[in-house]
């Protein structure tokens, strides 16, 4: 279900689903259902929350004002209610306070996913606090004052590295690996974190700090020999190297330790060069290099490049698409234009170089349709025109058109203060929509469903009856099975008012049987006689629905109600379970004067004859199945064949629940429908022989 709310959100945020409908939504979730405990409609408000972050936005104008602080009322209050889970009051209380913040949301923490190694060091450099010992040589100074992402006053702390050393072990100062030609000293991880064993740190145990001459005589190959001259501490180290070489050093390693300059190279490891992708991004944070290093070459034989220039990216030769105000000045002038010289042609044209998105396609109907309201009838012909052309280029589609008519509808209380009759010119757009096929009449129906912008819809028939006929509105309505009392307000929801209504509006001739059932049976007490009930028929009875099996129904309602009004005229319970000789004889008689009248219309119709038994079916169900009156009934007919056998067993097999009352039926007549169905077999039998 949350699923589905997220993709109706998704479709509201494009105007792709109206605003009522989205209303409507958030109505259903909002409402209690009957005999469902609140703690049981977390799914449902869960949902509701979702479609409010959505559309929240959207709905909340001026216009909707009122209803969305009748939502967030019910809402807020139920972000006490201890009878909701925790996280259903906690999601209800964000919605809430999302729309306070006017439906900015809260700043999300931004993940950017996993750095590389390179920029978890510099973050530890610049954030965590963890600083590099200071150099104890020149070549160690220089060194660090060409690594721009040192800061240039750090107060060194030796002990710091600690058990940090390993996943820092390649920052500068820390050491950059081991082997020929790579710069070691006592505070590397390689080294330092044997700093208590002489063995590994290069002291010795009496105090005097000397190191190891592996990595001596690899590091004073890195020495420039200017720098030796000048430097008294690397004499110093180079003196007491040799010497530890000669004394304390196996013959074995006495070829390692003499590596010759030309061997080596002066060029650092690569895992310790910034790449140049990483210095521009550090530029804001920090100098590139120190004051009094800046204009100078490294020690090292480093190569000190300027950072990139980072040049603007060319602006793009592609035409950006037009803003809403401009497609709706466009929109503007391109109508004006088409009433004024009516070239369909250009307007077409316009409409096409607008490159209207389509979520742009609704707004720019409605403004055509509003910009007609108040003008000539020919201009208003016009528009519907240009509408069905754009449609039949494929511009525009029926759903298109129905956005805009709602929208225009939804505007139509203040529209009316200009133009007092635009409910009527509304109608005329929609006839000539429904007639060119746009829209179909179902669909405008379900949109106007509950009397919704009474009495549009009947206009919008009167409309259609102008401009094509009765009878291609009546077969139209028909195939569209509208529930025309659903048209009307609430009130009003019955057959006699619905009569009324429509015979004010001239549109009865809709429903041709409803003025027959009102009628028909005040004529058969004014003249019985089966010749002037079959003329009353014909004269005011369209021949279509001769064969309709709503004509047949109330036709055979209509002598069954008159054969119980004369034969009870008190409707005595009574009489109706126990009727004397007399009275059923009557009823026999009576049944045998209308005889012509349903052989006329229910003879060779099978399933017209099974309309006529459910007709008998809820006539009795009516009276409340006095004992024998079916089964009386269905003798009589049967006798008199105004009913075949085969209509009589389709009736017991047919299933259905449009006529009530089949159980009972069933019941009281079963035993006489088994006889007749094996009478009919032996029938059959008979004539095999």
């Not at 710091?160 to 950059?176: E, K, N, V, W």
């Not at 550090?282 to 290093?293: E, G, H, N, W």
Request: overall charge neutral.
């Amino acid at each position: 279900m949350l699923g589905n709310i997220k993709f109706i959100g998704e479709l509201g945020k494009l105007n792709l689903i109206h605003e009522s409908i989205l209303h409507k939504c958030i109505k259903t979730l909002l409402d209690k259902k009957k005999r469902v405990q609140l703690k049981d409609m977390g799914e449902d408000l869960e949902c509701l929350c979702q479609i409010m972050k959505t559309v929240g936005p959207k709905l909340d104008h001026a216009k909707a004002r009122s209803l969305m602080d009748q939502y967030f009322g019910r809402m807020q209050s139920l972000t006490t209610n201890k009878e909701l889970p925790a996280r259903i009051r906690f999601l209800l209380q964000n919605t809430v306070e999302l729309r306070a913040n006017k439906w900015s949301p809260r700043k999300a923490q931004v993940d950017n996913g996993p750095k590389t190694i390179n920029q978890v060091r510099q973050d530890a450099v610049k954030d965590l606090g963890v600083f590099i010992p200071p150099p104890t040589d020149g070549m160690r100074n220089e060194f660090f004052m060409e690594n721009s992402y040192l800061p240039t006053r750090i107060k060194f702390d030796r002990e710091t590295l600690g058990g940090l050393a390993d996943m820092f072990g390649q920052m500068p100062g820390s050491g950059i690996g081991t082997g020929p030609g790579v710069i070691q000293d006592h505070y590397s991880p390689t080294m330092g974190r044997h700093r208590t064993n002489p063995h590994y740190n290069g002291h010795v145990a009496n105090g005097n700090g000397a190191h190891q001459p592996q990595f001596e005589a690899a590091g004073k190959q890195f020495i420039k020999p200017n720098q030796g001259q000048n430097s008294p501490v690397f004499s110093h180290k180079q003196n007491h190297s040799v010497q530890m070489q000669s004394k304390d050093m196996a013959p074995r390693f006495s070829k390692k330790g003499k590596v010759n300059s030309d061997e080596i190279s002066l060029r650092p490891a690569q895992s310790f060069i910034l790449s140049k992708k990483q210095v521009p991004k550090l530029q804001p944070q920090m100098t590139l290099f120190p004051p009094s290093t800046q204009g100078q070459t490294s020690q090292l034989g480093l190569k000190i490049n300027p950072p990139p220039i980072q040049e603007k990216p060319a602006k793009s030769s592609k035409k950006a698409p037009p803003t809403k105000e401009e497609l709706q000045k466009m929109t503007d002038t391109m109508i004006a234009d088409y009433l004024n010289n009516k070239n369909i042609e250009e307007a077409v044209n316009a409409v096409r170089e607008m490159r209207a998105p389509k979520h742009f396609i609704p707004e720019m109907l409605n403004k055509m349709v509003v910009f007609s309201l108040d003008r000539s009838d020919e201009d208003k012909e016009l528009t519907s025109t240009l509408i069905h052309t754009l449609s039949t280029d494929g511009l525009v589609n029926g759903e298109n058109l129905m956005q805009a008519f709602l929208s225009v509808l939804d505007l139509c209380p203040k529209i009316e203060e200009e133009v007092p009759l635009a409910k009527s010119y509304l109608a005329q757009f929609a006839a000539r929509a429904i007639i060119a096929e746009l829209v179909s009449i179902a669909d405008l129906a379900h949109h106007l469903e509950n009397g919704a912008h009474f009495p549009l819809f009947l206009l919008c028939l009167q409309q259609m009856v102008k401009l094509k006929d009765r009878d291609w509105l009546t077969d139209l309505f028909q195939q569209s099975k509208v529930n025309m009392q659903k048209m009307l307000p609430e009130i009003d929801q019955n057959k006699d008012r619905m009569l009324e209504i429509l015979e004010d509006k001239g549109l009865s001739f809709l429903f041709p049987l409803m003025k027959l059932e009102k009628e028909l049976l005040k004529q058969i007490k004014v003249d019985p006689s089966p010749q002037s009930i079959y003329k009353w028929i014909k004269d005011n009875i369209s021949p279509k629905l001769h064969t309709d099996k709503g004509f047949v129904n109330i036709l055979v309602t209509s002598f069954l109600q008159y054969i119980a009004y004369e034969i009870n005229p008190d409707d005595d319970e009574e009489q109706l379970a126990s009727p004397s000789k007399e009275q059923l004889d009557e009823e026999k008689q009576l049944m045998l004067s209308f005889k012509p009248v349903m052989q006329k219309f229910l003879h060779d119709h099978i399933d017209l004859q099974v309309g006529a038994l459910y007709a008998l079916q809820v006539h009795c169900n009516a009276k409340g199945f006095p004992k024998g009156m079916l089964l009386r009934y269905f003798v009589n007919l049967y006798d008199m064949e105004i009913i075949e056998e085969e209509a009589f067993l389709s009736w017991k097999e047919d299933v259905t629940q449009e006529y009530p009352g089949k159980g009972k039926a069933l019941f009281q007549v079963n035993q006489w429908l088994t006889w007749l169905e094996t009478a009919e077999e032996e029938e059959s039998d008979g004539e095999d022989y």
